[in-house]
């Protein structure tokens, strides 16, 4: 997932609790394969990794709904 997507669903949970207050779950449905984080690339770099990324929005979120809502 790119930049655009993370915005896109960003934007959405955003809007989604904000116009039902009393949201209880949310859920995201993403149709990819995540990557596996072990994977080195040619420079000696660790790969970057959906789960840091998807743990980092989710507590972001969970902040801006005052942990109300499951996801």
Same mark, same amino acid.
């Given at each position: 997932?790119?930049?655009?997507?993370?915005?896109? !669903? +960003?934007?959405?949970?955003?809007?989604?609790?904000? =116009?039902?207050?009393?949201?209880?779950? @949310? /859920?995201?449905?993403?149709? !990819? +394969?995540?990557?596996?984080?072990?994977?080195?690339? =040619?420079?000696?770099?660790?790969?970057? @990794? /959906?789960?840091?990324?998807?743990?980092?929005?989710?507590?972001?979120?969970?902040?801006?709904?005052?942990?109300?809502?499951?996801?």
């Amino acid at each position: 997932m790119g930049r655009a997507q993370w915005t896109q !669903l +960003d934007k959405s949970f955003m809007t989604a609790f904000e =116009k039902h207050p009393n949201l209880v779950k @949310y /859920f995201i449905c993403i149709p !990819l +394969d995540r990557q596996d984080p072990r994977i080195i690339d =040619k420079n000696d770099v660790k790969c970057y @990794y /959906f789960m840091d990324k998807w743990n980092e929005n989710v507590a972001r979120w969970k902040e801006f709904a005052k942990s109300k809502v499951e996801i």
